[in-house]
């Protein structure tokens, strides 16, 4: 049903408050018709007797209580769908913006989605080899997962994202895949970062961009990664392709969704966010996964740059508690030129336990991982002890900690924009690391692996540092 | 009552003007597609009511319908090793309704239980005898682990006039009729229907006497639960919550598992009935999932069905507990349901108190928590209820108001520790900030049934890890080259108990689950190893040169040996510990004779 109106009774922020309204749905969309023949979006946020509340996603402004009338489109905000959505370029709202016309929708739906079925879930299991040391050998990605980059205003999150759709095997050969980008509120040299690294890359036509720049209306933002979760799942599922989509920044869309939870007059919950974060992020993040009998899965890489490099702030915490771990960049590592900067202590992958190994990785690749963890949070004690009393006055193991971490900083972190490190290379490297420290501290590792791995002090580095620890002892 | 109509909406908060004959805690159906929702506040004008299912769509004036109950859910064989949503709707029969994506209609039609598949019961009930309230009049095998026993329904008793004949029966079938002492009749079902609010009545209350078994070595010889115990998980994000909530799961030595994931991710249910489906109960060999029930309503799922989740999950563990189950309760995570109020409430513009949770919530967590316990049931049977809640304080900051509150009712507080999930130290539960108030009226159960010394090597192991902490302050300033031997050894020992004890690796096959026996011999060993080298280095007093550096005694890698005990003694072989004893003997006796032959390299502390 279609029904039009004039009746506004007040505007207020985003808002427009309608009075006699009747046979209207809670979540319905709402055409306003200006005088000047503009059109602008709505949707229905509170219905009160005939009473309704409608929020404007391009703004209110240039609205009077007497230029426009509204028109009730019966149905909740829906996003056309089609395959031809690969290549394509919209707004935040889902409009095409690249200048070839209208899209020829094959199905519409509702850019809310639906819940998926725990009970239709499959466990994700499958790891996606991204070529970066940090993340394959430490924080793996794993294929339908959500795995957000916690960064700070400056750092290169940009760049490893680009990297890892780059170098990413988002599908094994022969399977199709797709990138799907969502710009949330960014810069639009941000955007166009991306579009060009698509480009160079030849992803292009494999990528569906939905762009909200940071000069676009404000609420939109809300809908930008609703629309890219909704093209996401509609090439996944019912086109069995693999999707990685990429939504920054997660922290413009909190914002956004803050400042229309004010001026609708909510009760704050912390920092002046909405009571609901939680759930409203958690509709977005839940979106990934893979499904029973469906061929295709959407693996979720969203950025958020933590304000104030705080990771305890309501975004990146509430993030945290429902994505499926986190890859958090550093500043001091970004400020000693060490890319990517992935401080790895924090960071985390909670589905990669089960995606490595025999048969996914390589056997090691566990204990690998867990003695690189214990080492380098010891190294921090040793860095800290050392800045007390000075580096000279360490035992002779706690030194080798402190070139063992340096070593680890340098090699295994630190890495070409364009170098792809097979998980072979990044496995040995860590071994290689892990040979400079005594083999009684490695004790992640089953003495199995230890036996066919660790390196004897015949290489010329850990030599070079026993060299080193003997001449301090005396 | 036909004449009820949509008002407001707001999310899912609706009104409805004028409908005094609603009750409080009502469940009435909402608009045209018959939303699931419940009666929360009311007033001569205006009724609030929360929607358990997405609002969109819903318009003022669809008709609304009370039922005149509350919020029941419905008990009956098929519960156990089922997944039901949070206001108990069977998610696999709503899968095979609706596909994969749960949509808003789907739920209309199912009913919680299995309404066509035959149970073979046996009735146990004879015509003329007299039932109470709790007896059990049949019985059937609903797991192989689990026989379900029908219950006469609270508050009913009276004679039986009519008991069907053992066979095969549908849940709704009646089997036994009931006549009232008032002389009306009831028919008993293979079902009964209790409101998730309200607790199931018991016989009384009996005092906390024996350990919920774990197998896992931080909290059954450090931090022990009662059976009937309450205790709270709290941790950051990434501190291993749900990975110790899963390992109690597995492990427990409850009868029936409840594990209600309330607000979390989706992918950690399918792990868990993927899992739990594979993993073989120990004791019986059979999968846990038999004896596990879950309740999954993820973050994403309708926010009120989430408050109810929890509630529905206690009372399904009330309805075993009734049969003589033991049963553990997993929440995880109860600030999810915390938020699920604080969203709700600020829907209803309450007023708010800490960070805007409303003031009430103090009041809900201890009813919450105050349903564990061990009692005797209404049939004179002895059961328990354990609660265990995961809590994911905002920021990892324990001071927030849903960690306090639950600090106050629970006796049980495993404090999980970032910084040693950073070094994957797992569970990552702090030693220093954690307690358990059971361990007192545990120390008759574990002197009987473990072995007197347990609660002394507790204690020992206990004190080196608070010397250390102490000694940490220390080392912290100036390096641990400067500490006297004795101190060293302090120091390395706690790291032992660290890394060797404490620490406790959940994929390997010998570590996941660790007996008592084990775990007491573990510590043995380890205090065996410390009295050792303490004297070793100490000395006597007329021949202080036959004494042995710490460093000395480190290079020979003895420390190393014992912290892989844990990996290389296998569960059911705890003879091989005297062997370690010898071992250690053997090794400070050979480093002393190496020390006389080569006396001139000793020369005290380095």
């Not at chain 2, 009104?15 to 609603?22: G, S």
């Not at chain 2, 469940?27 to 001569?44: D, Q």
């Not at chain 2, 994000?237 to 607000?263: M, P, R, S």
């Given at each position: 049903?279609?029904?039009?109106?004039?009746?506004?009774?007040?505007?207020?922020?985003?808002?427009?408050?309608?009075?006699?309204v009747?046979?209207?749905g809670?979540?319905?969309m709402?055409?306003?018709?200006?005088?000047?023949?503009?059109?602008?979006?709505?949707?229905?946020?509170?219905?009160?007797?005939?009473?309704?509340v409608?929020q404007?996603?391009?703004?209110?402004?240039?609205?009077?209580?007497?230029?426009?009338?509204?028109?009730?489109?019966?149905?909740?905000?829906?996003?056309?769908?089609?395959?031809?959505?690969?290549?394509?370029?919209?707004?935040?709202?889902?409009?095409?913006?690249?200048?070839?016309?209208?899209?020829?929708?094959?199905?519409?739906?509702?850019?809310?989605?639906?819940?998926?079925?725990?009970?239709?879930?499959?466990?994700?299991?499958?790891?996606?080899?991204?070529?970066?040391?940090?993340?394959?050998?430490?924080?793996t990605?794993?294929?339908?997962?959500?795995?957000p980059?916690?960064?700070?205003?400056?750092?290169?999150?940009?760049?490893?994202?680009?990297?890892?759709?780059?170098?990413?095997?988002?599908?094994?050969?022969?399977?199709?895949?797709?990138?799907?980008?969502?710009?949330?509120?960014?810069?639009?040299?941000?955007?166009?970062?991306?579009?060009?690294?698509?480009?160079?890359s030849?992803?292009?036509?494999?990528?569906?961009?939905?762009?909200?720049?940071?000069?676009?209306?404000?609420?939109?933002?809300?809908?930008?990664?609703?629309?890219?979760?909704?093209?996401?799942?509609?090439?996944?599922?019912?086109?069995?392709?693999?999707?990685?989509v990429?939504?920054?920044?997660?922290?413009a869309?909190?914002?956004?969704?803050?400042?229309?939870?004010?001026?609708?007059?909510?009760?704050?919950?912390?920092?002046?966010?909405?009571?609901?974060?939680?759930s409203?992020?958690?509709?977005?993040?839940?979106?990934?996964?893979?499904?029973?009998?469906?061929?295709?899965?959407?693996?979720?890489?969203?950025?958020?740059?933590?304000?104030?490099?705080?990771?305890?702030?309501?975004?990146?915490?509430?993030?945290?508690?429902?994505?499926?771990g986190?890859?958090?960049?550093?500043?001091?590592?970004?400020?000693?030129?060490?890319?990517?900067?992935?401080?790895?202590?924090?960071?985390?992958?909670?589905?990669?336990?089960?995606?490595?190994?025999?048969g996914?990785?390589?056997?090691?690749?566990?204990?690998?991982?867990?003695?690189?963890?214990?080492a380098?949070?010891?190294?921090?004690?040793?860095r800290?002890?050392?800045?007390?009393?000075?580096?000279?006055d360490?035992?002779?193991?706690?030194?080798?900690?402190?070139?063992?971490?340096?070593?680890?900083?340098?090699?295994?972190?630190?890495?070409?924009?364009?170098?792809?490190?097979?998980i072979?290379?990044?496995?040995?490297?860590?071994w290689?690391?892990?040979?400079?420290?005594?083999?009684?501290?490695?004790?992640?590792?089953?003495?199995?692996?230890?036996?066919?791995?660790?390196?004897?002090?015949?290489?010329?580095?850990t030599?070079?540092?026993?060299?080193?620890a003997?001449?301090?002892?005396? | 009552?036909?004449?009820?109509?949509?008002?407001s909406?707001?999310?899912?908060?609706?009104?409805?003007?004028?409908?005094?004959?609603?009750?409080?805690?009502?469940l009435?159906?909402?608009?045209?597609?018959?939303?699931?929702?419940?009666?929360?506040?009311?007033?001569?004008?205006?009724?609030?009511?929360?929607?358990?299912?997405?609002?969109?769509?819903?318009?003022?004036?669809?008709?609304?319908?009370?039922t005149?109950?509350?919020?029941?859910?419905?008990?009956?064989?098929?519960?156990?090793?089922?997944?039901?949503?949070?206001?108990?709707r069977?998610?696999?029969e709503?899968?095979?309704?609706?596909?994969?994506?749960?949509?808003?209609t789907?739920?209309?039609?199912?009913?919680?239980?299995?309404?066509a598949?035959?149970w073979?019961?046996k009735?146990?009930?004879?015509?003329?005898?007299?039932?109470?309230?709790?007896?059990?009049?049949?019985?059937?095998?609903?797991?192989?682990l689990?026989?379900?026993?029908?219950?006469?329904?609270?508050?009913?008793?009276?004679?039986?006039?009519?008991?069907?004949?053992?066979?095969?029966?549908?849940?709704?079938?009646?089997?036994?009729?009931?006549?009232?002492?008032?002389?009306?009749?009831?028919?008993l079902?293979?079902?009964?229907?209790?409101p998730?609010?309200?607790?199931r009545?018991?016989?009384?209350?009996?005092?906390?006497?024996?350990?919920?078994?774990?197998?896992?070595?931080?909290?059954?010889?450090v931090?022990?639960?009662?059976?009937?115990?309450?205790?709270?998980?709290?941790?950051?994000?990434?501190t291993?919550?749900?990975?110790?909530?899963?390992?109690?799961?597995?492990?427990?030595?409850?009868?029936?598992?409840?594990?209600?994931?309330?607000?979390?991710?989706?992918?950690?249910?399918?792990?868990?009935?993927?899992?739990?489906?594979?993993?073989?109960d120990?004791?019986?060999?059979?999968?846990?999932?038999?004896?596990?029930?879950?309740?999954?309503?993820?973050?994403?799922?309708?926010?009120?069905?989430?408050?109810?989740?929890?509630?529905?999950?206690?009372?399904?563990?009330?309805?075993?507990?009734?049969?003589?189950?033991?049963?553990?309760i997993?929440a995880?995570?109860?600030?999810?349901?915390?938020?699920?109020?604080?969203?709700?409430?600020?829907?209803?513009e309450?007023?708010p108190?800490?960070?805007?949770?409303?003031?009430?919530?103090s009041?809900?967590?201890?009813?919450?928590?105050?349903?564990?316990?061990?009692?005797?049931?209404?049939?004179?049977?002895?059961?328990?209820?354990?609660?265990?809640?995961?809590?994911?304080?905002?920021?990892?900051?324990?001071?927030?108001?849903v960690?306090?509150?639950?600090?106050?009712?629970?006796?049980?507080?495993?404090?999980?520790?970032?910084?040693?999930?950073?070094?994957?130290?797992?569970?990552?539960?702090?030693?220093?900030?954690?307690?358990?108030?059971?361990?007192?009226?545990?120390?008759?159960?574990?002197?009987?049934?473990?072995?007197?010394?347990f609660?002394?090597?507790?204690?020992?192991?206990?004190?080196?890890?608070?010397?250390?902490?102490?000694?940490?302050?220390?080392?912290?300033?100036?390096?641990?080259?400067?500490?006297?031997?004795?101190?060293?050894?302090?120091?390395?020992?706690?790291?032992?108990?660290?890394?060797?004890?404490?620490?406790?690796?959940?994929?390997?096959?010998?570590?996941?689950?660790?007996?008592?026996?084990?775990?007491?011999?573990?510590?043995?060993?380890?205090?065996?190893?410390?009295?050792?080298?303490?004297?070793?280095?100490?000395?006597?007093?007329?021949?202080?040169r036959?004494?042995?550096?710490?460093?000395?005694?480190?290079?020979?890698g003895?420390?190393?040996?014992?912290?892989?005990?844990?990996?290389?003694?296998?569960?059911?072989?705890?003879?091989?510990?005297?062997?370690?004893?010898?071992r250690?003997?053997?090794?400070?006796?050979?480093?002393?004779?190496?020390n006389?032959?080569n006396?001139?390299?000793?020369?005290?502390?380095?």
């Amino acid at each position: 049903m279609s029904i039009a109106l004039t009746g506004i009774r007040e505007i207020n922020g985003p808002l427009l408050i309608l009075d006699g309204v009747s046979s209207v749905g809670y979540d319905e969309m709402v055409r306003l018709d200006l005088a000047d023949g503009s059109r602008r979006l709505g949707r229905v946020v509170q219905l009160e007797g005939s009473r309704c509340v409608i929020q404007v996603f391009e703004g209110t402004s240039g609205l009077s209580l007497s230029n426009i009338s509204a028109r009730f489109l019966g149905r909740p905000m829906e996003l056309a769908l089609s395959p031809e959505l690969l290549g394509r370029t919209f707004n935040g709202a889902g409009q095409p913006i690249d200048g070839l016309g209208p899209l020829y929708a094959k199905k519409k739906a509702d850019i809310n989605g639906m819940p998926i079925n725990p009970v239709s879930r499959v466990y994700p299991k499958n790891y996606i080899h991204t070529g970066v040391s940090s993340i394959d050998g430490l924080i793996t990605l794993i294929r339908g997962q959500k795995l957000p980059i916690f960064s700070g205003s400056g750092m290169q999150h940009n760049k490893l994202a680009a990297q890892i759709v780059r170098q990413a095997n988002i599908g094994e050969k022969g399977e199709s895949f797709g990138i799907v980008f969502a710009a949330i509120g960014v810069k639009h040299d941000v955007a166009d970062y991306f579009r060009r690294s698509f480009e160079e890359s030849g992803i292009m036509e494999h990528t569906v961009m939905f762009l909200n720049l940071s000069n676009d209306p404000i609420i939109e933002r809300i809908l930008t990664p609703r629309c890219a979760l909704t093209a996401a799942e509609y090439l996944a599922f019912e086109h069995g392709m693999h999707i990685l989509v990429l939504m920054t920044d997660i922290t413009a869309y909190c914002e956004a969704l803050r400042e229309f939870s004010s001026s609708k007059g909510e009760i704050p919950g912390r920092k002046g966010y909405p009571g609901y974060l939680y759930s409203d992020l958690a509709s977005l993040y839940e979106r990934a996964g893979m499904i029973q009998g469906r061929e295709g899965s959407v693996t979720q890489i969203p950025i958020l740059t933590m304000p104030n490099d705080d990771i305890t702030h309501p975004i990146p915490d509430l993030t945290g508690y429902i994505t499926e771990g986190q890859i958090v960049l550093d500043r001091s590592l970004d400020q000693k030129g060490i890319y990517p900067p992935a401080s790895v202590l924090p960071s985390l992958s909670r589905l990669m336990k089960d995606g490595i190994g025999e048969g996914y990785t390589r056997a090691d690749h566990s204990g690998v991982s867990n003695q690189l963890f214990a080492a380098y949070a010891y190294v921090q004690d040793a860095r800290a002890l050392a800045s007390v009393i000075g580096a000279e006055d360490l035992t002779a193991t706690d030194q080798k900690y402190l070139k063992f971490g340096d070593a680890f900083e340098r090699q295994f972190l630190s890495q070409q924009f364009d170098e792809n490190r097979s998980i072979e290379q990044t496995l040995d490297l860590g071994w290689r690391l892990l040979s400079m420290l005594p083999r009684e501290e490695l004790s992640r590792v089953d003495d199995e692996l230890l036996e066919q791995y660790y390196v004897h002090e015949d290489s010329g580095e850990t030599a070079e540092s026993e060299a080193a620890a003997g001449g301090d002892a005396r | 009552m036909d004449d009820l109509k949509v008002f407001s909406v707001n999310g899912p908060v609706v009104t409805v003007l004028n409908a005094p004959e609603l009750q409080m805690m009502e469940l009435v159906y909402v608009g045209n597609k018959r939303l699931v929702g419940e009666v929360i506040a009311t007033s001569r004008e205006k009724t609030t009511i929360q929607v358990y299912e997405e609002t969109t769509g819903l318009t003022p004036g669809e008709a609304v319908r009370g039922t005149g109950a509350p919020l029941s859910a419905q008990l009956g064989p098929g519960i156990v090793s089922n997944i039901f949503d949070g206001i108990e709707r069977p998610l696999r029969e709503l899968a095979r309704q609706s596909g994969a994506f749960i949509s808003v209609t789907a739920g209309a039609g199912a009913g919680s239980l299995d309404g066509a598949k035959l149970w073979d019961v046996k009735i146990t009930a004879r015509e003329g005898e007299s039932f109470s309230e709790g007896q059990i009049y049949a019985t059937c095998q609903e797991t192989q682990l689990i026989e379900h026993r029908m219950m006469v329904p609270p508050g009913i008793s009276g004679r039986i006039s009519y008991a069907a004949p053992s066979g095969s029966y549908r849940v709704n079938d009646v089997v036994v009729r009931l006549e009232l002492a008032d002389g009306s009749l009831k028919d008993l079902t293979l079902c009964q229907n209790w409101p998730i609010r309200t607790p199931r009545p018991v016989r009384g209350q009996i005092p906390i006497s024996m350990p919920l078994i774990t197998g896992q070595r931080v909290v059954d010889s450090v931090f022990p639960i009662a059976k009937g115990g309450t205790a709270a998980v709290p941790g950051g994000f990434g501190t291993g919550k749900t990975l110790t909530q899963h390992q109690l799961a597995k492990w427990c030595d409850a009868d029936i598992i409840v594990y209600v994931g309330c607000g979390e991710r989706g992918n950690e249910m399918t792990q868990v009935l993927e899992e739990f489906s594979e993993l073989e109960d120990p004791k019986s060999g059979r999968p846990l999932m038999e004896r596990t029930i879950l309740i999954a309503n993820t973050s994403n799922m309708p926010v009120a069905a989430r408050e109810a989740s929890i509630y529905t999950g206690v009372t399904l563990a009330e309805y075993f507990r009734d049969m003589g189950y033991h049963v553990a309760i997993m929440a995880d995570s109860t600030s999810r349901w915390a938020e699920a109020l604080r969203e709700i409430s600020g829907r209803l513009e309450e007023m708010p108190a800490d960070e805007g949770f409303p003031a009430y919530l103090s009041s809900r967590i201890s009813q919450f928590y105050e349903r564990a316990g061990m009692v005797a049931t209404m049939n004179e049977k002895e059961a328990s209820i354990s609660i265990i809640g995961a809590v994911s304080p905002q920021g990892a900051d324990f001071s927030e108001p849903v960690t306090q509150n639950t600090k106050r009712f629970v006796r049980c507080f495993w404090a999980l520790d970032k910084a040693l999930a950073y070094v994957r130290h797992y569970p990552a539960i702090n030693w220093m900030d954690s307690y358990s108030e059971y361990a007192e009226e545990l120390a008759d159960w574990y002197k009987r049934n473990v072995g007197p010394e347990f609660l002394t090597y507790r204690q020992e192991l206990m004190s080196i890890l608070n010397e250390e902490n102490k000694l940490m302050e220390i080392v912290k300033l100036i390096g641990s080259d400067v500490l006297p031997d004795d101190q060293k050894l302090i120091i390395e020992i706690a790291k032992l108990v660290r890394t060797g004890f404490l620490q406790q690796n959940a994929y390997h096959a010998e570590d996941a689950y660790v007996p008592l026996a084990k775990q007491l011999k573990m510590m043995e060993i380890i205090l065996y190893l410390y009295k050792s080298v303490k004297t070793a280095i100490a000395g006597t007093a007329e021949d202080q040169r036959s004494n042995l550096a710490l460093s000395e005694i480190m290079e020979t890698g003895i420390f190393y040996e014992i912290a892989k005990i844990k990996y290389e003694t296998p569960n059911d072989r705890p003879e091989l510990f005297d062997g370690y004893k010898q071992r250690i003997d053997h090794v400070l006796e050979i480093t002393k004779k190496g020390n006389a032959g080569n006396e001139h390299s000793f020369n005290g502390n380095p």
